[in-house]
């Protein structure tokens, strides 16, 4: 059974989760050297480390750009967004043509050092930008 795309789901009596030490759903941890008994990962551990990451990468970003709309000023973190500057989202694409969104695009703007062309958008202001040629209602109408 395969798992993701560098994962095969093995059982064996000498290998173990390095994490959580159980030996069920055990697969070759992505950061291994060596293949030993030390260096796999388990699903659920796998997921939860995976899970943190992102999370990382997501605080990273907002805590870079501030963790407020920079149009309306909503703090709320589950409204917010990032957003590309010059409404050029369209052209930031994976080598395989598939638009670069959520946790890859965290690691990409920590990785390429916090570029000026992206900021933090709350949902409403984002997508009236979308809707209003670029421009949020909030700036159109002076608010």
Known sequence: ????TFCYIVYYKDMYCSTCKTTENLC??????????????????????????????KALVYDHYGRKCNCCGETEILFLSVDHVNNDGNTHKHRSGQRVL???LYGQIVSS??????????????????KNSGVCPHEANGL
Do not use: E, F, V
Not at 35 to 50: A, F, L, V
Not at 113 to 130: A, E, R, T, V
């Open 102 to 104: 959520g946790a890859a």
């Open 1 to 4: 059974m395969i798992w993701y």
């Open 113 to 130: 050092g916090y570029p000026d062309s992206y900021q933090i958008l709350c949902m409403n202001c984002n997508y009236g930008k979308h």
């Open 28 to 57: 070759p941890s992505p950061y291994a050297r060596y293949k030993t008994k030390s260096y796999y990962i388990c699903r659920g551990c796998n997921t939860r480390n995976q899970r943190a990451k992102r999370a990382r990468y």
